[in-house]
């Protein structure tokens, strides 16, 4: 079965570093989002991408982050000078259309950790 | 706002059945209900949706109330696996990114 993966799974960084968080979606889908999880939180919704620009953004999603699509097959995240409150779980998701009747595929999420 | 309200824990025992109820009151006629599960340190997971009619599929059903205002989610046989957050969610409109609340915490005991 077809999955989204992530990579790093856990990514240590110094507080003021920029970091990329990487995604390849399901190889098909058309749609993919970033959403994150601080400790013991609610699961936000970050930023959706469709046809190489953004679709969606949150008030999280601020100056200090982008997204990219490089290629044909990966997804980034790219937070250009990380905050202590920045560490997180990111999942990356994918689907296959717009449409509140699709699902959303997620990744195993990346681990963030800013000292 | 999650705009669906939804009991901060249950419990269940192994290979019973398991009624994860859902309140979205003020539901528009062309949300639909999605529901996604979290098992412990890993992403969401789609478990079903539906708009009026009741859904099954492998994972589980989706009872939808007449009136819309309420949705249940069935699993009808609970295994340990199935230990997760389950969250109950609106979508509609011209937005497809998913308003996580804080969603319903399964325990399964064998």
């Known amino acids: 079965e077809p999955e989204v993966t992530q990579t790093p799974s856990h990514q240590v960084t110094q507080m003021g570093q920029e970091v990329i968080l990487r995604c390849v979606p399901i190889?098909?889908?058309?749609?993919f989002y970033w959403y994150r999880q601080i400790l013991g939180q609610k699961v936000e919704f970050l930023v959706s991408f469709y046809n190489n620009e953004i679709s969606e953004k949150s008030e999280i999603f601020d100056d200090q982050f982008s997204v990219e699509r490089p290629d044909g097959s990966n997804f980034t995240l790219k937070i250009r000078s990380t905050k202590l409150e920045d560490s997180a779980m990111y999942f990356c998701a994918s689907s296959g259309d717009r449409g509140t009747y699709n699902e959303q595929f997620f990744g195993p999420g990346t681990r963030l950790t800013v000292l | 706002d999650a705009k669906t309200t939804q009991p901060n824990s249950m419990e269940s025992n192994e290979e019973e059945p398991v009624h994860l109820p859902c309140n979205h009151s003020t539901i528009s006629g062309t949300d639909y209900i999605h529901w996604y599960r979290q098992l412990p340190s890993q992403g969401p997971e789609y478990v079903i949706h539906?708009?009026?009619s009741n859904v099954n599929n492998r994972m589980a059903s989706l009872a939808i109330a007449e009136d819309r205002k309420s949705s249940t989610l069935i699993l009808h046989r609970a295994t340990l696996r199935d230990a997760a957050v389950y969250y109950c969610i609106r979508m509609g409109g011209a937005t497809n990114k998913l308003i996580f609340g804080t969603g319903t915490l399964l325990a399964v005991q064998p």
């Open positions: 190889s098909n889908h058309l749609y």
């Open positions: 539906g708009l009026t």
